[in-house]
Nanobody
Framework: HVQLVESGGGLVQPGGSLRLSCTASKFTLDRHAIGWFRQAPGKEREGVSCIASSDENTYYAESVKGRFTISRDFAKNTVYLRMNSLKPEDTAVYYC?????????????????????WGQGTQVTVSS
């Protein structure tokens, strides 16, 4: 069955960097948009960044603009989230999710309910 697998999370000090990966199996990502979301304890899931497929448009939450970069490697069927200048408030479980690009073009890119498939999440902890 369709599967998304996140990796790359961990413990990092404030100001540090991590690169998260989201790899798909059983389907190719070239016709899907990918969103990264995060959820901290006691908080709602929030959109972090998204990347479309047809035109490589990217979207970022205001809280991560200038610090996070989303990209994709078609050959590896993987989407990355490079996170720099990490802050304690970035601590959360990070999830990737997919939606067909034809649907993505007509929806709010940070509406989690619109995404079809989700990974299991990877923990990111920013602490000294």
């Amino acid at each position: 069955h369709v599967q998304l697998v996140e990796s790359g999370g961990g413990l990092v000090q404030p100001g540090g960097s991590l690169r998260l990966s989201c790899t798909a199996s059983k389907f190719t990502l070239d016709r899907h948009a990918i969103g990264w979301f995060r959820q901290a304890p006691g908080k709602e899931r929030e959109g972090v960044s998204c990347i479309a497929s047809s035109d490589e448009n990217t979207y970022y939450a205001e809280s991560v603009k200038g610090r996070f970069t989303i990209s994709r490697d078609f050959a590896k069927n993987t989407v990355y989230l490079r996170m720099n200048s990490l802050k304690p408030e970035d601590t959360a479980v990070y999830y990737c999710a997919s939606v067909p690009v034809r649907h993505f073009e007509t929806m709010n890119p940070f509406n989690a309910a619109e995404y079809d498939f989700w990974g299991q999440g990877t923990q990111v902890t920013v602490s000294s």
